[in-house]
Nanobody, 115 residues
Framework: QVQLVESGGGLVQPGGSLRLSCAASRSIFSIYRMGWYRQAPGKERELVAAITSGGTTTYADSVKGRFTVSRDSAKNTVYLQMNSLKPEDTAVYYC?????????WGQGTQVTVSS
């Protein structure tokens, strides 16, 4: 099991940047895959980015070149650096961890991109 707590969301203007953090309650060294999803009002939750314990990353086409996912095992934290933000990036962002075939989720953090 693991508890995940996201932080770093907020209101930002188009073109701005935010860095989301996902702090885990236990060591993430052995967690094979961790990632970020988002859900906008009226839409399904979608994968934004994921990273494996070996450092392999996956990104949604809509964020490639703008977002970067990383993990710091020493701090038990996964990050999502978001640059060149667009209004369509507005959503609640959730961190997840896949452990023994079970997905664990954080409570989410709101990101609003608006002028």
């Amino acid at each position: 099991q693991v508890q995940l707590v996201e932080s770093g969301g907020g209101l930002v203007q188009p073109g701005g940047s935010l860095r989301l953090s996902c702090a885990a309650s236990r060591s993430i060294f052995s967690i094979y895959r961790m990632g970020w999803y988002r859900q906008a009002p009226g839409k399904e939750r979608e994968l934004v980015a994921a990273i494996t314990s070996g450092g392999t990353t996956t990104y949604a086409d809509s964020v490639k070149g703008r977002f970067t996912v990383s993990r710091d095992s020493a701090k038990n934290t996964v990050y999502l650096q978001m640059n060149s933000l667009k209004p369509e990036d507005t959503a609640v962002y959730y961190c997840d961890a896949l452990i023994d075939g079970i997905y664990y989720w954080g409570q989410g953090t709101q990101v609003t991109v608006s002028s």
